[in-house]
């Protein structure tokens, strides 16, 4: 029997044929299945793209650590070789009951120089982050060569001491030459160590 299109409408679609009712559903069902898999794989191909970006960063934070775990053996040596360097460093520095041989050593510098010491005082110490800043003034005289290696001499000493703030003027003319007064601030430094309460 030959079917015209035209007599198929949606108001008699209970008298449509078998094989076209059975063509329409299995239309209908093929689009649903369709637009349900189209809906289920853009949700997958999100998932999908936050899961490669996750495997991106996660390659990355491997490989940063596994640089760092292969240079540990050098970061280890590196900082033995820091700690030494500081422990060293610290040792450059005064404790409180080496001051005054400081001084000392010091003052017998600029005797052994030919200078004359008008004053030495120990200033208040000046608290800072981690170090004690222990100032000491003096007023010296003397020429200008006995100056410039009293200077050196302090320079060279064993512990770290800093010239600084320092003023010279002439005096008076003597047989020596002439004489120069220095007024100089000289400052060394000691170590807080917080971990024995500073």
Same mark, same amino acid.
């Given at each position: 029997?030959?079917?015209?299109? *035209?007599?198929?409408?949606?108001?008699?679609?209970?008298?449509?044929?078998?094989?076209?009712?059975?063509?329409?559903?299995?239309?209908?069902?093929?689009? &649903?299945?369709?637009? %349900?898999?189209?809906?289920?794989?853009?949700?997958?191909?999100?998932?999908?793209?936050?899961?490669?970006?996750?495997?991106?960063?996660?390659?990355?934070? +491997?490989?940063?650590?596994?640089?760092? #775990?292969?240079?540990?053996?050098?970061?280890? %040596?590196?900082?033995?070789?820091?700690?030494?360097?500081?422990?060293?460093?610290? #040792?450059?520095?005064? /404790?409180?009951?080496?001051? @005054? /041989?400081?001084?000392?050593?010091?003052? *017998?510098?600029?005797?052994?120089?030919?200078? %004359?010491?008008?004053?030495?005082?120990?200033? @208040?110490?000046?608290?800072?982050?981690?170090?004690?800043?222990? @100032? &000491?003034?003096?007023?010296?005289?003397?020429?200008?060569? #006995?100056?410039?290696?009293?200077?050196?001499?302090?320079?060279?000493? @064993? *512990?770290?001491?800093?010239?600084?703030?320092?003023?010279?003027?002439?005096?008076?003319?003597?047989?020596?030459?002439?004489?120069?007064?220095?007024?100089?601030?000289?400052?060394? +430094? *000691? +170590?807080?160590?917080? #971990?024995?309460?500073?």
């Amino acid at each position: 029997m030959a079917i015209d299109l *035209r007599d198929l409408t949606l108001d008699n679609i209970s008298v449509w044929p078998m094989p076209v009712k059975a063509g329409v559903i299995a239309l209908v069902c093929l689009m &649903i299945i369709c637009i %349900a898999y189209w809906l289920d794989m853009s949700n997958q191909q999100q998932s999908l793209q936050q899961v490669e970006q996750q495997e991106v960063a996660l390659k990355a934070t +491997y490989e940063q650590k596994q640089q760092k #775990s292969a240079n540990l053996e050098a970061y280890k %040596a590196q900082m033995a070789a820091i700690n030494a360097e500081f422990s060293a460093l610290l #040792s450059e520095l005064p /404790g409180s009951s080496e001051v @005054p /041989g400081l001084v000392e050593d010091i003052s *017998r510098m600029g005797l052994a120089n030919g200078l %004359a010491f008008e004053s030495i005082q120990l200033q @208040p110490e000046i608290q800072k982050d981690f170090y004690t800043e222990l @100032p &000491i003034d003096m007023m010296v005289q003397g020429d200008y060569h #006995s100056i410039a290696k009293f200077i050196s001499d302090v320079a060279d000493l @064993p *512990r770290i001491v800093n010239i600084e703030d320092f003023t010279i003027k002439n005096q008076d003319k003597t047989d020596s030459g002439a004489q120069l007064v220095m007024n100089v601030t000289a400052k060394t +430094y *000691r +170590y807080i160590d917080k #971990s024995n309460g500073g």
